[in-house]
């Protein structure tokens, strides 16, 4: 199994370079429409206007563990929120469940408010550690939504059942969600409760559409040549387990 | 200092993890064993971040209780909880347990946290149905899709053999078309996974500097 992970790995080193080259050159081509990203910065400019805080969540998952990926993706979604917020001086409140995840979130919005000269308008306390177990996590982002005004809750990274405890508490309150998860059984409870939802893998997608750099289009392109390659073999094996 | 602020955590970062993902690729002793080195490194930081955590949850809610904000009486009884778990915990005791094995704090995870923690699971059922409920009104194609899916879904569970096709229908619908979209979901996840894993060893998304 290592062989073969290596081999892949080795196969898609290239063509991420080489994508990523055309992205850089300007020919990678339109994205596709992903709702959810496109009406992030919507988010931030309603937050501005009504001086409510927006919240971003980063999931249960950690660094360093199996939901380091998923934790990375909120914290892309994060570093653009951060920056929006920080230039339009909009609160913005971050919860994470994993302690890892604090130092890294923290610095993420106060070098954000740093880049847009506004040391000051960075406080420690607006990331917050809430709890290490999912469901106490999901009862103390309750317990927020209800007690505090919110334009929009943005939850972006793992999720299990308990999601459904913040979904359905933001749904209730009339806060505007655009929610993504990876786990197939956590999904309908998203689609059932969130505004916006990004779907698996989409979640990953965060930095291609909102940072645009091209090592992230390309990874994104590098993501759906490869997508088809596996539908392609799924197909070929499918014909020839009929034929033979 | 351009060096030391971006290069060299960056260089550090990158060699790091290279080292680790050669390691679970090659089998070589020196390599394993500096590979087991890194991570264990990683694990004993990650540690000193829960007293990052801990100072953080102490800072919040004692601005809570400062400031007098809505539900600050909750967080008066979170520090105050806090402050009685670590006074039990804490001291070593000679030849008695201690820490998370200390009889006391044995008893606070029996009685207190684990039944307040299966209350809160169990609200999830609550919240299940109020979510299917909103899921249920047409808003659009797809939900009227999930809608007519779910009702045969739930017509094939509860058929009492009254209707024989339903079962199947339902059983078709689980075998085939939903496990095709889960595993479908699973290997774009896969993929997704591994291109950000990817990004990151080479390091061209980095936290850690500007």
């Given at each position: 199994?290592?062989?073969?992970?290596?081999?892949?790995l080795?196969l898609?080193?290239?063509?991420?370079?080489?994508?990523?080259?055309?992205?850089?050159?300007?020919?990678?081509?339109?994205?596709?429409?992903?709702?959810?990203?496109?009406?992030l910065?919507?988010?931030?400019?309603?937050?501005?206007?009504?001086?409510?805080p927006?919240?971003?969540?980063v999931g249960?998952?950690?660094?360093?563990?199996?939901?380091?990926?998923e934790?990375?993706?909120?914290?892309?979604l994060?570093?653009?929120?951060?920056?929006?917020?920080?230039?339009?001086?909009?609160p913005?409140?971050?919860?994470?469940?994993d302690?890892?995840?604090?130092?890294?979130?923290?610095?993420?919005?106060?070098?954000?408010?740093?880049?847009?000269?506004?040391?000051?308008?960075?406080?420690?306390?607006?990331?917050?550690?809430?709890?290490?177990?999912?469901?106490?996590?999901?009862?103390?982002?309750?317990?927020?939504l209800?007690?505090?005004?919110?334009?929009?809750?943005?939850?972006?990274?793992?999720?299990?059942?308990?999601?459904?405890?913040m979904?359905?508490?933001?749904?209730?309150?009339?806060?505007?969600?655009?929610?993504?998860?990876?786990?197939?059984?956590?999904?309908?409870?998203?689609?059932?409760s969130?505004?916006?939802?990004?779907?698996?893998?989409?979640?990953?997608?965060?930095?291609?559409?909102?940072r645009?750099?091209p090592?992230?289009?390309?990874?994104?392109?590098t993501?759906?040549w490869?997508?088809?390659?596996?539908?392609a073999?799924?197909?070929?094996?499918?014909?020839?387990?009929?034929?033979? | 200092?351009?060096?030391?602020?971006?290069?060299l955590?960056?260089?550090l970062?990158?060699?790091t993890?290279?080292?680790?993902?050669?390691?679970?690729?090659?089998?070589?002793?020196?390599?394993?064993?500096?590979?087991?080195?890194?991570?264990?490194t990683?694990?004993?930081?990650?540690?000193?971040?829960?007293?990052?955590?801990?100072?953080?949850?102490?800072?919040?809610?004692?601005?809570?209780?400062?400031?007098r904000?809505?539900?600050?009486?909750?967080?008066?009884?979170?520090?105050?909880?806090?402050?009685?778990?670590?006074?039990?915990?804490?001291?070593?005791?000679?030849g008695?347990?201690?820490?998370?094995?200390?009889?006391?704090?044995?008893?606070?995870?029996?009685?207190?946290?684990?039944?307040?923690?299966?209350?809160?699971?169990?609200?999830?059922?609550?919240?299940?149905?109020?979510?299917?409920?909103?899921?249920?009104?047409?808003?659009n194609?797809?939900?009227?899709l999930?809608?007519?899916v779910?009702?045969?879904?739930?017509a094939?569970?509860?058929?009492?053999?009254?209707?024989?096709?339903?079962?199947?229908?339902?059983?078709?619908i689980l075998?085939?078309?939903?496990?095709?979209?889960?595993?479908?979901?699973?290997?774009?996840?896969?993929?997704?996974?591994?291109?950000?894993?990817?990004?990151?060893?080479?390091?061209?998304?980095?936290?850690?500097?500007?």
């Amino acid at each position: 199994m290592k062989e073969i992970g290596l081999v892949v790995l080795l196969l898609l080193l290239p063509i991420l370079f080489f994508l990523s080259s055309r992205a850089r050159a300007g020919k990678a081509g339109r994205l596709r429409s992903l709702p959810a990203l496109e009406k992030l910065p919507g988010l931030v400019g309603r937050s501005a206007e009504t001086g409510q805080p927006l919240h971003l969540s980063v999931g249960v998952g950690g660094l360093g563990g199996a939901t380091t990926a998923e934790t990375w993706a909120g914290l892309t979604l994060l570093g653009q929120l951060a920056d929006e917020a920080a230039a339009c001086d909009t609160p913005l409140i971050v919860t994470v469940a994993d302690a890892t995840v604090l130092p890294v979130a923290q610095d993420i919005v106060r070098r954000a408010y740093l880049r847009h000269g506004n040391p000051d308008g960075y406080e420690s306390t607006q990331v917050r550690l809430i709890a290490p177990d999912p469901v106490a996590y999901a009862a103390g982002v309750m317990g927020l939504l209800e007690r505090q005004p919110f334009t929009a809750s943005v939850m972006v990274g793992s999720f299990g059942d308990e999601y459904l405890l913040m979904g359905e508490t933001g749904a209730r309150r009339g806060v505007r969600q655009v929610v993504g998860a990876t786990d197939p059984r956590t999904l309908p409870l998203v689609y059932a409760s969130a505004d916006e939802t990004l779907i698996g893998e989409e979640i990953f997608a965060g930095g291609a559409y909102t940072r645009k750099l091209p090592i992230q289009i390309g990874s994104l392109l590098t993501e759906d040549w490869a997508r088809w390659v596996v539908i392609a073999a799924i197909l070929v094996v499918a014909v020839f387990k009929i034929l033979l | 200092m351009t060096v030391l602020r971006r290069t060299l955590p960056a260089a550090l970062a990158i060699a790091t993890s290279l080292f680790v993902l050669a390691a679970l690729f090659i089998t070589n002793p020196l390599l394993d064993a500096i590979g087991t080195y890194f991570i264990d490194t990683a694990v004993i930081i990650a540690a000193f971040a829960l007293f990052l955590g801990l100072f953080n949850v102490l800072r919040v809610h004692a601005r809570k209780i400062r400031e007098r904000q809505p539900g600050s009486l909750y967080s008066f009884v979170l520090i105050g909880a806090m402050l009685v778990v670590l006074v039990i915990g804490l001291p070593p005791i000679a030849g008695k347990p201690s820490g998370p094995s200390h009889p006391l704090i044995q008893w606070i995870f029996h009685n207190i946290q684990a039944p307040i923690q299966a209350a809160l699971s169990a609200l999830i059922v609550f919240f299940v149905i109020t979510a299917a409920c909103r899921l249920l009104r047409v808003r659009n194609a797809e939900s009227a899709l999930m809608l007519i899916v779910a009702l045969l879904v739930l017509a094939g569970q509860v058929t009492i053999g009254l209707v024989p096709v339903l079962p199947a229908i339902r059983e078709w619908i689980l075998d085939v078309p939903a496990m095709a979209g889960v595993r479908g979901i699973l290997l774009g996840v896969a993929l997704g996974i591994l291109l950000t894993s990817i990004r990151l060893v080479l390091g061209t998304e980095r936290p850690y500097s500007d």
